[in-house]
C-alpha cells in the first residue's frame, strides 16, 4: 500500500480511476447513489481547479483503492458554504474536507485515520483556518435499505476530534439506487478546531 499526496491539477491523470471507484463505493449504504461516472469527473474537476485542493490517495500497486479530498471552504460550492455564513463562521476560516472513499476490502488497516490525518496536517500547514469540516446524510435508522450489520461512522469521528454541528445543515440531490429521480437529502457537519 502507498499513499500519495497531490494537490490541483496534478489529479488530472487520476479523475477517470477516482470517478470509477466514487460511484462504486458510494452505491453502499448510508449514500446509496446511484450516480455517474461522468457527473463524479465534472465534480472532481472543481476540485482540481483550487490549487489548494488535496487529494489524499491509497494505491495498491498502481490501483486506487480508496481517496479523500480537501479544499478552502471558499472554494466548495455555496450549498455548503451556505450553512457557515448563515451561523456566522466565515467560510474563510474552514478547511471542508469533501470525502472519503474506501473499497470494503481495504477497511480496517488504518487509512481512514490516515485520510484525516493528512486532511488535518495540510489545513494546519495552510496556517490560516480555525476549523476542519466535513458533511455527511442523515438516514432515518429505519430506513428500508439500511443493513443490519451497518455502524454509522459517529464514533470514529467522534474519537478524531470532530463535534456533531445539527445546526450547521444543507441539503443535496441525487438518485438513490432505489428511486427514479433525484431526491434531496438532509446532510449535516461535523467540526474540529484546526490548530
Given amino acids: 500500500m502507498q499513499v ?110 490516515r485520510f484525516f490525518e493528512e486532511r488535518e496536517r495540510y489545513a494546519r500547514r495552510l496556517g490560516r483556518f480555525d476549523w476542519c469540516a466535513f458533511c455527511a446524510v442523515e438516514r432515518p435508522k429505519d430506513h428500508p435499505l439500511r443493513p443490519a450489520d451497518y455502524v454509522p461512522l459517529d464514533e470514529f469521528w467522534g474519537r478524531r476530534g470532530y463535534a456533531h454541528r445539527a445546526d450547521l445543515r444543507t441539503m443535496l440531490a441525487w438518485q438513490d439506487i432505489s428511486e427514479a429521480d433525484e431526491t434531496e437529502k438532509p446532510m449535516s457537519f461535523w467540526l474540529k478546531p484546526a490548530r
Fill in 4 to 113: 500519495k499526496i497531490v494537490h490541483g491539477q496534478a489529479v488530472t491523470p487520476h479523475i477517470a480511476d477516482l470517478a470509477r471507484l466514487r460511484t462504486e463505493v458510494f452505491r453502499a449504504f448510508p449514500y446509496l447513489y446511484e450516480g455517474s461516472e461522468d457527473y463524479e469527473a465534472s465534480y472532481l474537476a472543481t476540485y482540481a481547479q483550487s490549487p489548494e485542493s488535496l487529494f489524499v490517495l491509497a494505491l495498491d500497486g498502481a490501483r486506487i483503492v480508496g481517496a479523500s479530498t480537501g479544499v478552502p471552504m471558499t472554494d466548495a460550492s455555496d450549498v455548503f458554504r451556505a450553512p457557515f455564513v448563515t451561523a456566522g463562521i466565515a467560510p474563510e476560516t474552514v478547511f471542508y474536507f469533501g470525502e472519503s472513499v474506501l473499497l470494503s476490502s481495504y477497511r480496517g488497516r488504518g487509512l481512514g485515520v
